[in-house]
């Protein structure tokens, strides 16, 4: 049986992956910070039916959420950027 049938097992997503480390690179984050990013599925009238929540935990210090009104397949460096680093302009030779 391979190991994504199983129930409760889940296969590690490159996408995610790659999402979190633009987080890293973006906000220039140490290794022992986490970040997270979640797809979540909203069932509110008039909302997005799916959602991605990325958040900064540092071991010290408040954490830090963005929602994001897409989901996280179709999530790009640049949607990150925009909602993180709202007020920066778009560099192409970091991404």
Request: proline content about 12%; charged content about 35%.
């Amino acid at each position: 049986m391979p190991v994504g049938s199983r129930p409760g097992i889940t296969v590690p997503n490159p996408h995610l992956r790659e999402l979190k480390e633009t987080v890293r690179r973006l906000l220039d984050l140490d290794d022992d910070i986490a970040v997270t990013v979640r797809r979540l599925t909203c069932t509110e009238p008039g909302r997005p039916a799916d959602e991605t929540v990325v958040a900064v935990l540092p071991m010290d210090g408040e954490p830090s959420r963005w929602r994001l009104h897409r989901p996280v397949e179709h999530l790009t460096a640049d949607d990150l950027r925009a909602v993180l680093l709202p007020d920066r302009p778009v560099d192409r030779k970091q991404m």
